[in-house]
């Protein structure tokens, strides 16, 4: 299985972006999709995820309202809408997929990771 995750980049306070992860070599019909960030020395936190088959989501507090999961069943693709972007928000964006078909906060629960985008919000 490979994740290959697009978008990152640098952009102003107030400002938007989109992330993509890509997912290729397995069957994904029943997976669940994530999206994990790692900020410069802080552990690497949940986003929100999203189930592939039922689009079932799942957000952190901090972001809520401002980013929006999506996913192409057909493309076996997820997106991350960043939205509002904060200083905060900066740091590298992880995608992530797990066999369980439910959106889990845990990277424990996700078995392939992909190689990760940076986002960098400036004030």
């Known amino acids: 299985v490979q994740l290959q995750a697009f978008g990152g980049g640098l952009v102003q306070a107030g400002g938007s972006l989109r992330l993509s992860c890509a997912a290729s070599g397995g069957t994904f019909s029943s997976a669940t999709m994530a999206w994990f960030r790692q900020a410069p020395g802080k552990a690497r936190e949940f986003v929100a995820a999203v189930t592939l088959s039922e689009g079932l989501t799942a957000y952190t507090n901090s972001i809520k309202g401002r980013f929006t999961i999506s996913r192409d069943t057909a493309k076996n693709t997820v997106y991350l809408q960043m939205n509002s972007l904060k200083p905060e928000d900066t740091a590298v964006y992880y995608c992530?997929?797990?066999?369980?078909?439910?959106?889990?906060?845990?990277?424990?629960?996700?078995?392939?990771w992909g190689q990760g985008t940076q986002v960098t919000v400036s004030s």
């Open positions: 992530a997929t797990g066999k369980e078909q439910f959106p889990y906060y845990s990277s424990s629960r996700y078995d392939y």
